[in-house]
């Protein structure tokens, strides 16, 4: 995964409570177990009209050309609920989002974003709406920034907001490593655990 330490981007209100992952991916969306070949059908069901082609509502805010290179999302309340589907996660960050701002995520969701490089971005409803408001007309003028290192966001006008982020998580997403390479860090630690309780505990080690 490519580390993540701050981005400053465009960012797209999609601003909805309980977006689920079958919105996010429809099932039928889904033609392999690949993580590629995903983005077309990000969020195809409010993307596409009618349901199935592939004809751009103009309503849909990804269909905007002022948000089409954005990087980041907002989000309201619960969102990834639904199913624990990871092609939710696959079809973001390969449409390009590399964080997604909302009021509270499913915790599987939020899991399945760490581990594809998409930082998931906690931040209070009233935090949210401050940070779309301040996109106005022409939003490529108003970027977001989501500074991991320093666990805050920030808008171009110089509102700024913290966020809590699991320690683990964060330390996965700026090394931009898995949760079996992370590990894999720690192994001098790990060594050392063991031979300390190997020398406190020997009848367990039969060589």
């Known amino acids: 995964m490519q580390p993540f ?3 400053t981007a465009i960012a797209a209100p999609l601003i909805r409570d309980n977006v689920d992952t079958d919105a996010i991916i429809p099932s039928r969306e889904m033609q392999s177990v690949s993580k590629t070949g995903l983005a077309a059908g990000l969020f195809a069901g409010w993307r596409y009209d009618p349901v199935g082609s592939r004809e751009p509502d103009p309503g849909f805010i990804l269909n905007d050309p002022r948000f089409a290179p954005a990087k980041i999302l907002l989000s309201g309340a619960n969102f990834g609920c639904g199913s624990s589907r990871e092609h939710a996660a696959w ?18 969701f939020r899991s399945n974003c760490v581990n594809n490089g998409i930082v998931p971005v906690e931040l209070e409803t009233g935090a949210i709406a401050a940070i779309a408001a301040s996109l106005g007309d022409r939003p490529g003028d108003h970027p977001v920034t989501v500074d991991l290192e320093a666990c805050s966001v920030a ?11 699991d320690a683990e ?5 700026l090394g931009g490593m898995d949760a079996i390479e992370l590990t894999l860090t720690r192994q001098d630690s790990i060594a050392a655990k063991r031979e300390a309780d190997r020398a406190e505990r020997p009848w367990i080690y039969l060589e």
């Not at 079809?91 to 599987?108: H, K, T």
């Not at 808008?155 to 982020?165: E, P």
């Not at 998580?169 to 997403?173: T, Y």
């Open 5 to 7: 330490t701050a981005l």
């Open 155 to 165: 808008t171009a006008g110089g509102a700024r907001w913290s966020f809590a982020i």
């Open 169 to 173: 998580a964060r330390a996965m997403l």
């Open 91 to 108: 079809a973001l960050a390969e449409y390009g989002f590399r964080a997604v701002i909302a009021a509270s995520f499913n915790p599987i």
